[in-house]
């Protein structure tokens, strides 16, 4: 999120799409009721299925699943053909003044340096222009048609009402009544805030499906105002943290880029990371980068990371393809490329797409760890329980270790929520049985390891006999101890070089702009550094006060970056630092410094009048509507279809799915065609349950015992199919046999002149825990992933549907 | 027990274990019954160990009431089929209830008051029945709706209610006409009361010489 | 439940004794269920079933949201939905959470046969008190709305006791607690019937013209009431009675025929022991006997 929970009650117009805020954050869906109740706020839903968010909106309009680019492509369509933009924040905060580089093109569906062998881009066209100085070059009266708001022009041209609604499915009245609802939110007071999930994310688009709403949200001036923002809803407690402090294969904590295999010395990865202002006097503040990388070293390794060694840079492991995503270490496995496999807290044979190739890989490792507090079905991927689990013990070879782990209530530590807060809980009871900490288990893991490194030697010892491990108790580190290493600490006396403020060696760090390259602070995660100073775990803080009654307690925990609560806030003030919105003012300049209820997203003394860009963590201080070399897809959101779709792409029939998108070869021969599985499916939880846990709670089974789809009642009709009578849902993949819900909720849409069903496909049941036994959607979803962060595209793909008997019990 | 050597049987053996098995479950089931009816009867419910056994175990009475009544019609029914002499019995109500039996006219086994008690019955249990299987909650609770369930309680009490007034009348009756007990406790009335009560029954009896002075015979 | 309370009763099932009326009481409550907010998440069923130590069986899907499918002695609350096509042809998902409406005049109590089996207090909560219910189910019958169930295990109603426990000490029932969106409220039923006005008036402004309370007069209004879009068809919300009313059977039953009827058989009884009095019991005479020994006689006679 960009904003808060909270923050929401500030909204004029709260847009979900591309997520069910209801339905799976219930808790967090209070502040959208709020916004309506006392902010007179309306609520707009855009989803394929009406939804129990729907049920309390004031207006809904449906749409195919995998089509949300060519919607908000239309919005933006509609936004500027109607001129309905908010123009001084557009100009002065965002990158639409600025021109492209000649080269940069779009065409047929690719953008300029596509090579068709390889499926890449080369990027080198998707830039600016630059001048002598090495500074973008502008246009501030946009007749250049090279500006980038005059390419959006162009490329969201063809996105007519008319070609939204032939696309999209969405009828074309409600599409349009949905535009000027957005639209109004152009004036300078009134905000949208853009409410999304995993319905956006699960995608092999997913990233620019967000993106282009974030570029609708800079259109009307909806970033860093109190009510805007782009905020994502995480799908799990602690999903944040879990970014946060870089669980990805090609990331390191604090969004730190891992170094790739051709990066072979500091200096080498550093390159690609000196972020030079592309205008004059920007911030660009990633110019720091080197600290943060630096400081992170020093966490790692100790007194071990010197200048000499480069900080340890040697010992970090190095990627020789871009990631190690989930969906390429299951391609592993079935190739027999990767053969043991330590599962914590995850439950890929629920989570996962492919089911089927998902056990095949299981079953082909020589050992399977797995940490949870429950009883997983990857845990027990080896047992035949009937159809749900089709294995059979006697051919899998794979030696399972199953390690009880405590829960959440069972610990002290920190969770991180959407809204970027970090807060503490404290251990309310002891876990059951044998269950042992993560902490516990991994450090036991390590001591292991370190031993037989040192005793054996081994190709390659010195990234874990390096290691620091100065913890008072090595065995199981205690959680605040942990959370102090992560915010950071001087390892020598610091003075600060405007304040002469001295930071003694050992003192806990009050901010990430303390940090050093100079191997001086070690710093866990960057982002976090300002969490636990010397005044205490600020994590724990409770202090629910909200000074202006506006969404802002800072006092409650505490946020990343710096405990600000919106990001991108100077966005909130004018060119001269007055409120667009004077009611709802976030940070406004006084005369001498940036003040109001959050931290300035901005140096705090920086005048209106030096003319820096709020966007400082970008390298021209704006905001993008172009997206340069970022993206994998192309700087501008484009409408590919899904890689199983029951339409062709009528904008680029030859280009119909994301060209960059990468399909292993067994995969792309798993996709299903239209012809025998013609209609679209999506997944989504229910807010009775969590994922795949509260199957195993009794109250939530009872709330919701039993596998189902939802369908039509018009393909219902066709299809014979009975209110809560069996059905088999198939993809290429597998199929699913389970009672039907014949609902109103889903109607068929026209596509392109064709009607389409949609059939949804709630994903919670599997075969352990306390809920009637499930075959779990993902034994349906194609494997197959987002282009930029292979996130699996389990929102839109193709199956059949037939009536069938009960199955014998 | 002295039974008079002329003693006539007005009623056998099974006649009387069953009439009293009849009149036990019949009270049992009043008195649950009517615990459940109104507030200030519900101490009756003491007698069954509390309510929750009252309610409980009135309807189980019922059942075996039915079944005990089904031996009371077989046994019955023939003695109480309606005849002329009905007519002019009823006619002379007034004179039956103030003992005036020189206007009432002869009448046979049964008197129409009798009749009327056999026949309510015969009506009121099966009514009694039906409508209390549809308010049994332990087993058909869900059987019917909610509105016929209302009804049927409804006329499960008004038949009851009339069952229970039938009730009062038979056995006031009972010890209204001296010895009448008697006749369902030991089985015998004299001839003097035959003559007395049921005249042409005697007369039946003396002519078919099923009775006689000495010698008293087994069946009726 | 059981009865803990330091509220006085205002009324009490089977009970012919004037209630405690010295003290006067506090403020009536009310929960108030704006159903416009409701977003069917079910929380409040879960603490339902968490506070009162309430685990129905696992079911099955039944082609609804709808779990359990019913209410039932472990089912004290229960999220109904319904798909509801308006005029304009768009759908509204009616979501509506079902449970005791604890009426003002409840017609359980006045069905109630088990003396303070069924109680109201004095902030208006009706409560059913375990130990004394005799498990009949009239309270079933009673109820206009369809709500008490009786268990086929101890043979004891049960419905929502809108947290009597809670509310005697100054919390609020705990589906009031957990719900996220705030769709359920708890307090004096003037501040509610208040607050739901704002809320109708909001809802008027965003078209739901017919937008109302229902507190239902029929059983002199209700200590649960709901903020509805359509409060002139309030049957659209799973079946919510239009005009509620103690069925006319019942009145029948509870009202004008339990005191006939006693006073009928009394009568019956009275009657009979006067005419035992005055005109006394019918007994065979000797001259009776004679006449049937005579007869007899001339019986034998005429067959020998």
């Given at each position: 999120m960009t904003n808060t929970w909270q923050d929401?009650?500030?909204?004029?117009l709260v847009i979900v799409m591309g997520g069910n805020a209801a339905e799976a954050h219930p808790c967090g869906f209070k502040w959208v009721i709020e916004a309506k109740i006392e902010n007179g706020a309306k609520l707009v839903v855009v989803d394929p299925r009406f939804t129990r968010t729907a049920s309390v909106a004031d207006y809904y309009a449906p749409i195919r699943p995998g089509t949300d680019i060519a919607f908000l492509s239309g919005v933006m369509h509609y936004l500027l053909e109607k001129d309905t933009i908010q123009h001084a924040y557009v100009r002065?905060?965002?990158?639409?003044?600025l021109i492209v580089a000649d080269g940069f093109s779009f065409e047929d569906g690719h953008f300029s340096g596509f090579n068709g062998e390889t499926n890449?881009?080369?990027?080198?066209?998707?830039?600016y222009e630059f001048d002598e100085q090495g500074f973008a070059k502008t246009d501030d009266t946009w007749q250049?048609?090279?500006c980038v708001i005059n390419l959006l022009k162009q490329h969201v041209s063809r996105y007519t009402p008319e070609m939204v609604s032939r696309i999209t499915g969405t009828p074309q009245d409600k599409f349009l009544h949905i535009c000027e609802l957005i639209a109004?939110?152009?004036?300078?007071?009134k905000a949208m805030t853009s409410l999304f999930a995993l319905?956006?994310?699960?995608?092999?688009v997913g990233a620019q499906n967000i993106r282009a709403m974030a570029m609708v949200q800079l259109l009307l001036g909806?970033?860093?105002?109190?009510?805007g923002g782009m905020n994502a809803?995480?799908?799990?407690?602690n999903i944040q943290g879990l970014t946060d402090i870089g669980l990805l294969s090609n990331q390191m904590p604090g969004y730190l880029s891992l170094p790739t295999?051709?990066?072979?010395?500091y200096d080498e990865y550093m390159k690609t990371k000196?972020?030079?202002?592309?205008?004059?006097?920007?911030?660009?503040?990633?110019?720091n980068y080197g600290k943060f990388v630096v400081s992170l070293q020093k966490a790692l390794w100790g007194d071990a990371a010197t200048k000499e060694n480069n900080?340890?840079?040697?010992w970090l492991p190095k990627l020789d393809i871009p990631l190690y995503d989930i969906i390429k270490a299951f391609e592993m496995m079935n190739n027999g490329e990767m053969t043991g496999y330590i599962c914590q807290g995850f439950n890929p044979l629920q989570a996962f797409p492919d089911r089927g190739k998902i056990r095949r890989g299981l079953s082909k490792l020589k050992f399977l760890v797995t940490m949870d507090p429950l009883d997983t079905e990857t845990s027990r991927?080896?047992?035949?329980?009937?159809?749900q689990n089709p294995a059979k013990s006697s051919d899998i070879q794979t030696e399972v270790f199953q390690l009880p782990v405590t829960c959440f209530a069972e610990e002290s530590g920190s969770l991180v929520n959407s809204a970027r807060w970090l807060q503490w809980h404290w251990k309310a009871a002891e876990g059951p049985g044998k269950a042992m900490s993560d902490i516990w288990i991994m450090s036991g893991i390590f001591h292991r390891l370190r031993e037989m490194y040192r005793k054996d030697?081994?190709?390659?010892?010195d990234p874990i006999l390096n290691?620091?491990?100065?913890?008072?108790?090595?065995?199981a580190p205690d959680p605040e101890e942990l959370a102090k290493e992560m915010n950071g600490r001087a390892l020598a006396d610091l003075?600060?070089?405007?304040?002469a403020v001295v930071t003694k060696a050992g003192s806990q760090l009050?901010?990430?702009?303390?940090?050093?390259?100079?191997?001086t602070t070690a710093s866990g995660c960057w982002i976090f550094?300002?969490?636990?100073?010397e005044k205490g775990n600020?994590?724990?803080?409770?202090?629910?006060?909200d000074p202006r009654e506006?969404?802002?307690?800072?006092?409650w925990a505490w946020a990343w970056p710096a405990n600000r609560?919106?990001?991108?806030?100077?966005?909130?003030?004018?060119?001269?630092?007055?409120?667009?919105n004077p009611k709802k003012p976030v940070i406004e300049w006084n005369g001498t410094r940036w003040a109001g209820i959050d931290v300035p997203?901005?140096?705090?003394?920086?005048?209106?009048?030096?003319?820096?860009?709020?966007?400082?963590?970008n390298a021209e201080g704006l905001g993008r509507l172009f997206a340069l070399n970022l993206m994998a897809e192309g700087p501008f959101p484009e409408h590919y279809e899904p890689?199983?779709?029951?339409?062709?792409?009528?904008?680029h029939p030859k280009v119909?799915?994301?060209?960059?998108a990468r399909v292993f070869a067994d995969d792309r021969a798993s996709f299903g065609h239209r012809r025998d599985f013609p209609y679209v499916a999506t997944t989504y939880r229910l807010t009775e349950h969590f994922h795949f846990w509260t199957k195993h709670a009794l109250i939530n089974a009872i709330l919701q015992p039993e596998e189902f789809i939802e369908i039509g009642e018009v393909l219902a009709k066709e299809k014979g199919i009975a209110q809560g009578g069996w059905v088999k849902v198939s993809s290429k993949r597998g199929e699913v046999i389970c009672k039907a819900?014949?609902?109103?909720?889903i109607k068929p849409m026209t596509v392109d002149g064709k009607s389409t069903h949609v059939i949804g496909v709630p994903l919670h049941?599997?075969?352990?825990?306390?809920?009637r036994k499930g075959y779990g959607a993902n034994t349906l979803t194609p494997s197959v992933g987002d282009a930029?962060?292979?996130?699996?595209?389990?929102k839109a793909f193709l199956v059949n549907i037939e009536r069938t008997a009960a199955p014998a019990t | 027990m002295t039974r008079p050597a002329n003693a006539i049987t007005r009623y056998t053996t099974l006649n009387r274990v069953n009439h009293w098995i009849n009149a036990g479950l019949f009270i049992l089931l009043v008195l649950s019954g009517l615990s459940m009816f109104h507030p200030i009867l519900f101490f009756l419910s003491g007698l069954f160990g509390g309510g929750q056994w009252a309610r409980a175990a009135h309807p189980w009475f019922g059942v075996l009431l039915v079944i005990s009544w089904i031996g009371m019609i077989i046994q019955f029914w023939r003695a109480n089929?309606?005849?002329?002499?009905d007519i002019a019995w009823s006619k002379a109500i007034v004179h039956v209830v103030a003992n005036d039996d020189e206007h009432v006219p002869p009448i046979g086994r049964n008197n129409s008051g009798q009749k009327l008690v056999f026949w309510s019955m015969t009506l009121l249990i099966p009514v009694l029945f039906v409508t209390g299987l549809l308010i049994?909650?332990?087993?058909?609770?869900?059987?019917?709706s909610i509105p016929v369930q209302r009804v049927a309680v409804l006329i499960h009490s008004l038949a009851a209610i009339s069952a229970i007034l039938v009730w009062v009348v038979h056995v006031y009756a009972a010890i209204w006409i001296r010895d009448s007990v008697r006749s369902m406790t030991q089985g015998y009335v004299t001839p003097g009361w035959a003559w007395h009560h049921h005249r042409k029954w005697f007369y039946q009896l003396a002519a078919s010489r099923r009775v006689s002075k000495t010698t008293p015979r087994k069946n009726p | 439940m059981s009865d803990l309370q330091s509220q006085d009763y205002v009324r009490r099932s089977a009970t012919t004794m004037t209630p405690p009326a010295a003290r006067s009481h506090e403020d009536q409550v009310a929960k108030l269920i704006d159903v416009s907010r409701c977003?069917?998440?079910k929380a409040c069923q879960s603490a339902c079933m968490e506070w009162n130590d309430l685990r129905p069986e696992i079911g099955?899907?039944?082609?609804?949201?709808?779990?359990?499918?019913d209410l039932g002695p472990s089912v004290w609350t229960l999220m109904k939905f319904a798909e509801y096509e308006n005029e304009q042809g768009n759908l509204e998902w009616l979501i509506r959470k079902d449970?005791?409406?604890?009426?003002?005049?409840p017609g359980c109590l006045k069905a109630c046969?088990?003396?303070?089996a069924i109680v109201q207090y004095a902030n208006g909560i009706v409560d059913f008190i375990s130990d004394k219910?005799?498990?009949?189910g009239y309270c079933v019958k009673g109820c206009p709305f369809d709500i008490p169930r009786i268990s086929k295990t101890d043979h004891k109603s049960y419905k929502c006791t809108l947290c009597s426990d809670r509310v005697s000490v100054g919390l609020e029932p705990a589906c009031v607690k957990a719900c996220p969106t705030g769709a359920i409220m708890f307090g004096s039923k003037t501040d509610m019937t208040n607050w739901a006005g704002e809320r109708i008036e909001d809802l008027k402004s965003r078209g739901?013209?017919?937008?109302?309370?229902?507190?239902?007069?029929?059983?002199?209004?209700?200590h649960v009431m709901y903020v509805l879009h359509h409060a002139d068809k309030p049957?659209?919300?799973?079946?919510?009675?239009?005009k509620p009313r103690i069925s006319p059977v019942v009145e029948v039953w509870k009202g004008i025929l339990k005191p006939l009827a006693v006073i009928g058989i009394a009568m019956a009884a009275v009657g009979a022991f006067f005419h035992w009095t005055t005109i006394g019991p019918n007994e065979v005479t000797d001259e009776d006997e004679a006449e049937a020994a005579r007869v007899l006689r001339e019986k034998e006679e005429e067959s020998t």
């Open positions: 929401i009650r500030n909204a004029n002065a905060y965002t990158n639409a003044s890449t881009y080369d990027k080198s066209s998707w830039n250049d048609q090279r109004a939110t152009a004036a300078p007071d319905g956006w994310t699960q995608h092999s909806n970033i860093g105002v109190a009510g809803l995480r799908g799990h407690s295999d051709k990066e072979t010395s000196l972020f030079k202002p592309l205008r004059p006097g920007q911030t660009s503040y990633y110019q900080w340890g840079y040697d991927f080896w047992q035949d329980f009937g159809p030697g081994g190709a390659f010892p290691m620091s491990w100065k913890y008072t108790n090595p065995i003075t600060d070089p405007v304040t009050d901010a990430f702009a303390q940090l050093r390259d100079d191997g550094a300002g969490s636990f100073t600020q994590m724990a803080r409770r202090d629910a006060t506006q969404g802002i307690a800072p006092n609560r919106i990001l991108y806030n100077r966005a909130s003030a004018d060119l001269d630092g007055k409120a667009w997203d901005y140096g705090p003394t920086v005048k209106p009048s030096d003319g820096v860009g709020p966007f400082i963590m890689f199983e779709s029951p339409s062709e792409n009528v904008l119909p799915n994301n060209p960059v819900y014949v609902t109103k909720r049941w599997g075969f352990t825990g306390q809920a930029n962060t292979q996130t699996p595209e389990f | 089929l309606p005849s002329k002499d049994w909650e332990v087993y058909f609770g869900e059987a019917t | 977003i069917g998440c099955h899907f039944e082609g609804s949201y709808e779990n359990p499918m449970g005791c409406m604890h009426c003002e005049d046969p088990a003396p303070g219910c005799i498990g009949c739901f013209e017919k937008a109302g309370l229902y507190d239902p007069p029929e059983v002199g209004g209700t049957s659209l919300y799973s079946g919510l009675p239009d």
